[in-house]
């Protein structure tokens, strides 16, 4: 799948493997950093990871979504994510307003 993330310097393409059916948002971005780029700036915690705390919010084809609860579609071609709204620190991290 090619995954666009709209990071501090502009647009980056990475092509992801659908390594399951219930990969969510935030496995991508994790076989992104593990994998393909260590610099992506994005929202691990390994506290939560419930989709409670909601610090992991990005956009998922310009929708908010929390990226540790996000499935994506096993049959997806692509998908864009970009950081929520807020001040961003880099990439995807931003502090809230």
């Known amino acids: 799948m090619k995954v666009e993330i709209v990071r501090s310097n502009g647009v980056q393409t990475y092509e992801v493997p659908m390594l399951s059916d219930t990969m969510t948002v935030m496995d991508i971005l994790d076989y992104i950093y593990?994998?393909?780029?260590?610099?992506?700036?994005?929202?691990?915690?390994?506290?939560c990871n419930?989709?409670?705390c909601g610090?992991?919010?990005?956009?998922?084809?310009?929708?908010?979504?929390?990226?540790?609860?996000?499935r994506v579609e096993p049959t997806a071609k692509s998908v864009r994510l970009s950081p929520a709204p807020g001040t961003v620190v880099r990439d995807l991290v931003v502090v809230k307003q």
Do not use: E, F, W
């Open 55 to 70: 610090r992991c919010l990005v956009k998922m084809d310009g929708t908010p979504v929390l990226a540790c609860a996000k």
């Open 34 to 47: 593990n994998n393909l780029d260590h610099t992506l700036a994005y929202y691990r915690h390994s506290s």
């Open 50 to 52: 419930q989709a409670i």
